[in-house]
């Protein structure tokens, strides 16, 4: 008898490989429960791929087509059941997790461009359009049950705290909108930062609430006083163009430039590099249960997936070490480029503004 054929062993990696996507997604998801991310792309299909750290096991699932023009925001319902996809076409689309089979349709559920959505409860949904107009769906009523108009640009990002009570907004108009979901109304709006407010995330559980900003500074605010940023830390960064919470005070925040850099929030500290796309602008991240992998999707067309597991072990103390001018970013998993490599070069440590913690000092406006 011929000799069996050994099975070569498939090499496990530290990450899984790259998803190679035909069109630059503008939005990724990961799901709360398994290893399946989807993807939206500015054709307007969305895509399911379930990934493995094992080597050639990334697999494409299903692909859905119903949206007519760019896909700008994807997200999973808390149970994983669901996909929420939102579009250029105003319309809203809830498909199958599992077949990717479009269950509903909201066609021409706002007056302009969708450009976010955030699964709330069970019935519960919240989205925020380009020209700044906030609804919050109930899907037992097949309706919005609150429609507000009280930002003048577009909705970038949406947050709710852990009570599903009370909704955050971020907006082109450099604000931060206050809703109350249970009360189904508007609370108020803080003053306008510079820039764009690209992000918004809660920290310190809950006590804290993060916003970027398009100018590359990342605002505080304390629960209990929206109206005004209790601190702010400029990174060197063009851009803040999305951020997800690690832990309490880690936050991974994604740039035009390319570079995915780790910052700890009070004390405010850039960490390292996480990882990068070279030179692509990013356009989403998105965290992995059990905090474990980063994806991140930009405009090379491709997902790539970050080993975040050194964060959650970083302590960061108050006490501010003489930093020498001029060193590299500090790479944070074994695929940042960091050790040195030109691109580099004009990255230097990113100096912390001097000002006390809490105070307002180091702004210049």
Request: net charge negative; with cysteine; hydrophobic share 35%.
């Amino acid at each position: 008898d011929p000799p069996l054929q050994e099975c070569p062993e498939r090499r496990v990696r530290e990450t899984p490989e790259d998803i190679d996507l035909e069109a630059p997604a503008n939005a990724i998801a990961l799901h709360p429960a398994r290893p399946l991310l989807a993807a939206g792309d500015v054709d307007g299909d969305v895509y399911l791929f379930s990934y493995s750290r094992t080597e050639g096991d990334n697999r494409q699932l299903w692909s859905s087509g119903h949206h007519l023009r760019s896909c700008r925001d994807v997200a999973f319902s808390q149970d994983g059941q669901k996909l929420f996809t939102v579009s250029k076409d105003k319309a809203i689309h809830m498909l199958t997790a599992e077949e990717g089979r479009l269950e509903t349709r909201l066609a021409k559920a706002h007056s302009s461009a969708i450009n976010c959505v955030l699964p709330i409860d069970t019935n519960i949904f919240a989205t925020g359009d380009d020209d700044g107009t906030l609804k919050i769906w109930d899907l037992r009523k097949g309706d919005a049950i609150l429609e507000a108009r009280q930002q003048d640009e577009y909705i970038s990002a949406m947050a709710v705290d852990g009570n599903g009570k009370i909704l955050l907004t971020a907006s082109g108009d450099g604000t931060l909108g206050v809703f109350n979901i249970k009360r189904r109304r508007f609370e108020l709006l803080s003053e306008p930062q510079n820039g764009d407010l690209t992000s918004v995330v809660l920290l310190k559980r809950g006590k804290k609430v993060a916003c970027g900003s398009s100018e590359g500074t990342i605002y505080l605010f304390n629960w209990d006083g929206f109206g005004a940023a209790s601190d702010r830390f400029a990174l060197r960064a063009e851009s803040i163009d999305s951020m997800v919470p690690i832990t309490d005070s880690i936050v991974c925040v994604g740039s035009m430039d390319g570079v995915i850099r780790a910052v700890n929030v009070l004390p405010n500290r850039v960490l390292g590099c996480v990882g990068q796309h070279l030179g692509e602008p990013i356009e989403q991240l998105a965290v992995a249960p059990g905090e474990q992998l980063l994806a991140s999707c930009a405009h090379d067309q491709k997902v790539k997936f970050w080993d975040i597991s050194t964060l959650t072990q970083l302590v960061v103390d108050d006490y501010r070490k003489k930093k020498k001018k001029g060193g590299p970013l500090r790479a944070l998993s074994s695929k940042a480029v960091g050790s040195g490599e030109d691109f580099f070069a004009d990255l230097r440590d990113e100096a912390e503004p001097e000002a006390a913690e809490g105070s307002d000092s180091d702004s210049s406006d």
